[in-house]
């Protein structure tokens, strides 16, 4: 019961933190996705003409789907690598759990990810003239995204106390990530080469955006194996980085 109030008060300071002496809070976590994809609209669809895929009417769209569930892990990961650094405080001078550091990072993120899903919602059911039955399994695709994310963020965190270019790597890091994941291109650029297509099949990202697009865009159900394989990957990252921090941690008070 402890753990669950120290991990609300992580997060909703967190948050707070993000628009302090803001006139308008936490409504700018609604309007940045809104401009991104304002912009993205008026760049690709009236500008370049960049046609959607089949059953995709809007490339703005396919485009806004596929960077939310990159954005949520990516922000996650990129956030956790310096989250101990900055509540050494807390770490080293009381009896505090390190481990929900990341995890309420997570959640942080999490606040501006449910913003921005319900305004893509919103715009693809207003576009379409429809809302899929299937968005009620979204949060399991966002439970397996949290668990790769915190899973990761615990190995990078934990890394990041001793080595600290821990954070400029995993910049590089995610940067050819995020380009063999099928974002800003469609899956059939990547089976044009073996090697690229063997890249995409063990990239778990890959499945969830899949997921993500096919509950968001085209109101279809989402594959079952994705589900699966992300599910697998999420809980082997969580099992593995839990192990991980659980081995590091007991360093950390002499380097903090």
Same mark, same amino acid.
């Given at each position: 019961?402890?753990?669950?109030?120290?991990?609300?008060?992580?997060?909703?300071?967190?948050?707070?933190?993000?628009?302090?002496?803001?006139?308008?809070?936490? @409504?700018?976590?609604?309007?940045?996705?809104?401009?991104?994809? !304002?912009?993205?609209?008026?760049?690709?669809?009236?500008?370049?003409?960049?046609?959607?895929?089949?059953?995709?009417?809007?490339?703005? !769209?396919?485009?806004?789907?596929?960077?939310?569930?990159?954005?949520?892990?990516?922000?996650?990961?990129?956030?956790?690598?310096?989250?101990?650094?900055?509540?050494?405080?807390?770490?080293?001078?009381?009896?505090?759990?390190?481990?929900?550091?990341?995890?309420?990072?997570?959640?942080?993120?999490?606040?501006?990810?449910?913003?921005?899903?319900? !305004?893509?919602?919103?715009?693809?059911?207003?576009?379409?003239?429809?809302?899929?039955?299937?968005?009620?399994? !979204?949060?399991?695709?966002?439970?397996?995204?949290?668990?790769?994310?915190?899973?990761?963020?615990?190995?990078?965190?934990?890394?990041?106390?001793?080595?600290?270019?821990?954070?400029?790597?995993?910049?590089? @890091?995610?940067?050819?990530?995020?380009?063999?994941?099928?974002?800003?291109?469609?899956?059939?650029?990547?089976?044009?080469?073996?090697?690229?297509?063997?890249?995409?099949?063990?990239?778990?990202?890959?499945?969830?955006?899949?997921?993500?697009?096919?509950?968001?865009?085209?109101?279809?159900?989402?594959?079952?194996?994705?589900?699966?394989?992300?599910?697998?990957?999420?809980?082997?990252?969580?099992?593995?980085?839990?192990?991980?921090?659980?081995?590091?941690?007991?360093?950390?008070?002499?380097?903090?």
């Amino acid at each position: 019961m402890e753990r669950r109030s120290l991990l609300f008060q992580l997060v909703r300071r967190d948050f707070e933190q993000r628009y302090v002496g803001s006139a308008i809070g936490w @409504i700018w976590g609604l309007i940045q996705p809104l401009v991104l994809l !304002l912009s993205w609209t008026l760049v690709f669809g009236f500008f370049l003409k960049q046609k959607p895929p089949p059953g995709v009417k809007s490339y703005a !769209l396919f485009l806004f789907a596929g960077m939310l569930p990159w954005m949520l892990f990516s922000e996650t990961l990129q956030r956790s690598a310096s989250c101990l650094l900055e509540q050494a405080n807390l770490i080293t001078k009381t009896v505090f759990p390190a481990e929900i550091v990341p995890v309420s990072v997570f959640l942080s993120v999490l606040v501006g990810h449910a913003l921005a899903l319900l !305004l893509l919602v919103v715009v693809a059911g207003v576009s379409q003239s429809q809302i899929s039955v299937f968005l009620l399994l !979204l949060p399991v695709y966002v439970f397996a995204t949290g668990l790769m994310a915190v899973g990761l963020g615990w190995i990078v965190a934990s890394l990041h106390v001793f080595l600290r270019d821990t954070a400029q790597v995993l910049s590089v @890091i995610l940067t050819f990530w995020f380009w063999i994941t099928p974002i800003f291109l469609t899956e059939d650029y990547y089976y044009k080469h073996k090697w690229t297509g063997y890249l995409l099949a063990a990239n778990p990202m890959a499945y969830v955006v899949r997921g993500y697009r096919a509950m968001l865009i085209t109101s279809a159900p989402p594959r079952a194996e994705d589900l699966g394989v992300a599910l697998a990957f999420g809980a082997a990252a969580f099992v593995a980085g839990g192990l991980f921090f659980r081995h590091m941690k007991r360093g950390f008070a002499d380097v903090l």
